[in-house]
């Protein structure tokens, strides 16, 4: 992605600044945990000049009350990528308390647990059959043989649209969070848009039973949602299905790629992998978010003034020995403390699919243990990340021959 570069504003001190471009941080094709690490041990809050100039969050106390302050902070139409928020305007990812409650309280109804919990012979039955046919060969590209596959195809039989599309959808996600400069951002929105138009019309005019009908037959304040908020609503949940829990499935797996010890553990007692599940989310989370201070907001000795941007990033709290002790160790017997992670977010924006996401992740480590013998990173491979809004691994080599 291009970035741009800007003045350093006259309320940013010279040492805050910080040379960190979030959509490219230095060394994150290699280690993109390694790379975020490199801003720690220093001041809370840092200011980079790259796309445009904004604050980042440095440490795990700041990023976790930043993100659930929803007071002087807003989630409104902003983001890093110039344009990308005024253009998508998001329903209800893009609203601010309290305009956006009955908007997702009407998501919420539609990502129920009795929704999800239906959802799980699905998932096992796709994972299934993904593995038989990937079984056979002893190895696998992992992200494109099976995480880009599941978890898509999961969510495109949630909203109810032909699962063939898939390749055609997947690139859409990426191109959002982490854009290479090949679309516009209006060209994105455009293309989701397409597709998603006659969808949308046929759920407002007759509902059936896939995940967008039963949030749009939820009434907002007693009327009902105008063609316009449908959209943003469905281009929301389209690109948050898109990407995130493809990431979380290459995390998961290489993981217990380095760590055969892990692998044989949760083999041997499976009723840990609900609890493996939420301790591997705390550990690898790779999303990150991006808000507007509607307030001067005095920090760490600087004063983010009001308009500035805000960068987020999960794992600045997650893997904050202050926050959690020993963060980066994986331990299946965590007790978690009462602050829990950040990887589905905090606060009003708390992420609304994490019961989906969190019921696949169980299902795939269920699945994937019971029927794959001990499996390690092909010898000869690299493990490659790409950074944004939503890190993830582009190239994951297995083997278990």
Same mark, same amino acid.
């Given at each position: 992605?291009?970035?741009?570069?800007?003045?350093?504003?006259?309320?940013?001190?010279?040492?805050?600044?910080?040379?960190?471009?979030?959509?490219?941080?230095?060394?994150?094709?290699?280690?993109?945990?390694?790379?975020?690490? +490199?801003?720690?041990?220093?001041?809370?809050?840092?200011?980079?000049?790259?796309?445009?100039?904004?604050?980042?969050?440095?440490?795990?106390?700041?990023?976790?009350?930043?993100?659930?302050? +929803?007071?002087?902070? %807003?989630? *409104?139409?902003?983001?890093?990528?110039?344009?990308?928020?005024?253009?998508?305007?998001?329903?209800?990812?893009? &609203?601010?308390?309290?305009?956006?409650?009955?908007?997702?309280?009407?998501?919420?109804?539609?990502?129920?647990?009795?929704?999800?919990?239906?959802?799980?012979?699905?998932?096992? *039955?796709?994972?299934?059959?993904?593995?038989?046919? @990937?079984?056979?060969?002893?190895?696998?590209?992992?992200?494109?043989?099976?995480?880009?596959?599941?978890?898509?195809?999961?969510?495109?039989?949630?909203?109810?649209?032909?699962?063939?599309?898939?390749?055609?959808? /997947?690139?859409?996600?990426?191109?959002?969070?982490?854009?290479?400069?090949?679309?516009?951002?209006?060209? #994105?929105?455009?293309?989701?848009?397409?597709?998603? $138009?006659?969808?949308?019309?046929?759920?407002?005019?007759?509902?059936?039973?896939?995940?967008? %009908?039963?949030?749009?037959?939820?009434?907002?304040?007693?009327?009902?949602?105008?063609?316009?908020?449908?959209?943003?609503?469905?281009?929301? #949940? #389209?690109?948050?299905?898109? =990407?995130?829990?493809?990431?979380?499935?290459?995390?998961?797996?290489?993981? @217990?790629?380095?760590?055969?010890?892990?692998? $044989?553990?949760?083999? $041997?007692?499976?009723?840990?992998?609900?609890?493996?599940? =939420? *301790?591997?989310?705390?550990?690898?989370?790779?999303?990150?978010?991006?808000?507007?201070?509607?307030?001067?907001? $005095?920090?760490?000795?600087?004063?983010?003034?009001?308009?500035?941007?805000?960068? #987020?990033?999960?794992?600045?709290?997650?893997?904050?020995? %202050?926050?959690?002790?020993?963060?980066? &160790?994986? =331990?299946? =017997?965590?007790?978690?403390?009462?602050?829990?992670?950040?990887?589905?977010? +905090?606060?009003?924006?708390?992420?609304?699919?994490?019961?989906?996401?969190?019921?696949?992740?169980?299902?795939?480590?269920?699945?994937?243990?019971?029927?794959?013998?001990?499996? /390690?990173?092909?010898?000869? +491979?690299?493990?490659?990340?790409?950074?944004?809004?939503?890190?993830?691994?582009? *190239?994951?080599?297995?083997?278990?021959?």
């Amino acid at each position: 992605m291009a970035t741009s570069a800007a003045a350093i504003p006259e309320h940013v001190p010279a040492d805050r600044v910080v040379d960190f471009d979030v959509f490219a941080p230095p060394g994150a094709e290699v280690d993109y945990f390694a790379a975020w690490d +490199s801003l720690r041990g220093g001041p809370a809050v840092v200011w980079t000049t790259a796309n445009g100039g904004h604050w980042i969050a440095a440490d795990g106390a700041t990023t976790r009350a930043l993100w659930g302050d +929803s007071e002087r902070l %807003s989630s *409104e139409p902003l983001a890093v990528v110039p344009g990308l928020a005024e253009v998508m305007r998001f329903i209800p990812l893009q &609203q601010d308390p309290p305009e956006h409650k009955p908007f997702r309280t009407a998501v919420m109804k539609g990502f129920a647990n009795h929704h999800v919990a239906a959802m799980e012979p699905l998932v096992r *039955e796709v994972a299934r059959e993904l593995i038989a046919e @990937l079984k056979p060969a002893g190895s696998c590209e992992f992200m494109t043989r099976f995480a880009e596959v599941l978890p898509i195809h999961i969510f495109l039989t949630l909203i109810g649209v032909p699962t063939q599309d898939r390749p055609k959808l /997947r690139p859409l996600g990426q191109q959002l969070t982490r854009p290479d400069g090949s679309m516009t951002v209006e060209q #994105l929105r455009d293309a989701a848009d397409e597709y998603l $138009a006659p969808y949308v019309r046929e759920r407002l005019a007759d509902p059936g039973e896939d995940l967008f %009908s039963r949030i749009l037959a939820v009434p907002i304040e007693g009327r009902a949602w105008t063609m316009d908020e449908a959209m943003r609503m469905c281009r929301n #949940l #389209l690109f948050g299905g898109l =990407d995130t829990v493809v990431s979380m499935f290459g995390q998961f797996a290489l993981h @217990l790629a380095r760590h055969p010890e892990d692998q $044989a553990r949760l083999r $041997a007692e499976p009723d840990l992998i609900p609890a493996a599940t =939420d *301790e591997l989310m705390r550990r690898y989370p790779m999303v990150s978010v991006t808000r507007g201070c509607t307030e001067d907001i $005095a920090i760490d000795g600087v004063t983010m003034r009001e308009g500035d941007l805000v960068y #987020l990033n999960a794992s600045m709290h997650n893997l904050d020995e %202050s926050c959690f002790e020993r963060a980066r &160790q994986v =331990d299946f =017997d965590r007790k978690l403390p009462p602050i829990r992670h950040t990887t589905l977010g +905090s606060g009003a924006h708390r992420c609304v699919g994490a019961g989906l996401a969190r019921m696949e992740g169980i299902v795939f480590l269920e699945e994937w243990l019971a029927a794959i013998p001990t499996f /390690r990173i092909a010898p000869g +491979s690299r493990p490659r990340y790409r950074a944004g809004n939503v890190g993830a691994l582009t *190239e994951l080599m297995l083997d278990w021959r």
